[in-house]
């Protein structure tokens, strides 16, 4: 009996360590606040269009994270951007890194209502101890000027020292639109977000169209050709008028 207790209480600790490695994971993938739940393996490669499936497994060892450098997803509404963010941000919760994800004009929001009631401070500091910072959709929403200055500070905060994932459906020339026009402080971001960073530029048509063309063709085969009108048996008319001509 004594022999056998040492294995059996290893087994335990094992067991014990297991679930609260997995309790932290589920913790962390909790506090990012992703959408949906989004994974590397649900992603057809196949369908997608300038998008390398090795270069994405990579970045799904999460060392970016760890070098601090910044992962750009810029390409047409549609083309799987988001999802490749949500599902790398999850490996990244899962290896035990702090994860936040935010569409990028809900954070700009919530800077300046922080800025209002004097809770700047604590908000910055907050989003700088996340590891792996998420703004998705940046270009669906034009700053103004305060909101632009608050999301430069955000980044330029993280710069060589916390990672960001982005997702835009602008190329880096329409950047200075969302920022109020103000070229400078464009130029100033993107050369902080871009220096060292993996930048995948999706292509193509929107996966979401293409599912529905396919839905809509499948159900025009199921139809069948259209059925031809009827048509009177040869001789029927003629008769018929010459019995209503009696």
């Known amino acids: 009996m004594p022999a056998s207790a040492p294995p059996f209480f290893s087994t335990l600790l094992a ?5 609260r490695a997995e309790s932290a994971i589920r913790q962390r993938i909790h506090d990012a606040r992703f959408p949906e739940m989004k994974t590397l393996d649900g992603f057809d490669f196949r369908e997608a269009e300038g998008i390398d499936a090795k270069l994405v497994a990579d970045l799904g060892r999460c060392d970016w994270v760890k070098d601090a450098r910044n992962v750009l997803f810029v390409g047409p509404i549609g083309t799987g951007k988001t999802h490749l963010a949500i599902a790398l941000g999850i490996e990244a919760a899962r290896k035990r890194h702090h994860v936040a994800f935010w569409r990028a004009a809900d954070l700009v929001r919530t800077l300046v209502e922080a800025r209002d009631q004097r809770e700047l401070s604590r908000l910055q500091r907050r989003l700088l101890r996340v590891e792996v ?24 905060d993280r710069y060589e020292r916390k990672s960001v994932m982005l997702t835009s459906n602008l190329s880096f020339s329409e950047w200075p639109k969302v920022f109020a026009g103000d070229e400078k402080l464009t130029t100033a971001l993107l050369d902080r977000l871009a220096d060292g960073a993996t930048v995948i530029t999706p292509k193509g048509k929107s996966f979401r169209m293409r599912r529905r063309g396919q839905t809509q063709s499948a159900q025009d085969d199921t139809k069948g050709p259209p059925a031809l009108p009827a048509v009177a048996p040869a001789g029927r008319d003629d008769k018929t008028t010459k019995m209503k001509s009696k």
């Open 15 to 19: 067991a014990e360590q297991t679930s």
């Open 133 to 156: 910072l998420i703004l998705d959709e940046l270009g669906f929403v034009p700053f103004d000027r305060t909101g632009g200055e608050l999301l430069f500070n955000v980044i330029a």
